[in-house]
């Protein structure tokens, strides 16, 4: 267990002097390659504001508008079937559109229900366990020019029901 400890303490500062060092090695220019990757990423961050902007615009009108608590309440039934709190499906919902949001509903979830509770425990688990599809489709496809992600989606979709059904589970079968 200490040589875990130990080499989890110096992983990164290794990496850090290891990997300029094998740079200057192999003849590198590392300031010059630094501010090229500088330059290249400032220029695709420059890019994807405009899809960043109209994803936040959209998630602002999907709950200011009520259409998240219409989806939450024709949703619950179901859930409620499978004996999964329905409290947990603002975060299962917006998990995929947002991390930000989704990392706020999950703290307010582990606020009002305690850390240790079952719905602190799944809404942990669920914010390990999955990604922000859409972010990704809006960002990364969108900063090198797909167009056409319509599979990617679906699937994304997908991955994140499943997710969420294997958080459920995990959850049950670690602490239920």
Do not use: C
């Amino acid at each position: 267990m200490e040589i875990l400890n130990l080499i989890s303490l110096w992983a990164i500062p290794l990496m850090l002097l290891l990997i300029p060092l094998l740079g200057l090695f192999r003849g590198i220019k590392l300031y010059e390659s630094f501010v090229t990757g500088a330059e290249q990423g400032l220029m695709t961050a420059v890019k994807i504001i405009p899809f960043m902007v109209g994803m936040l615009v959209a998630i602002g009108v999907f709950r200011a508008s009520g259409a998240m608590d219409l989806l939450v309440k024709a949703v619950s039934p179901f859930f409620k079937l499978l004996r999964i709190p329905p409290e947990i499906l603002p975060l299962a919902i917006m998990r995929p559109l947002s991390g930000g949001a989704a990392l706020g509903l999950a703290s307010e979830l582990i606020h009002t229900h305690g850390p240790d509770s079952y719905l602190g425990r799944l809404a942990s688990t669920m914010q390990g366990s999955t990604d922000t599809t859409f972010y990704i489709l809006t960002v990364y496809f969108g900063s090198v020019g797909i167009k056409k992600y319509r599979y990617a989606l679906t699937l994304g979709l997908i991955a994140d029901l499943t997710t969420l059904l294997a958080a459920i589970f995990i959850t049950n079968l670690v602490f239920g």
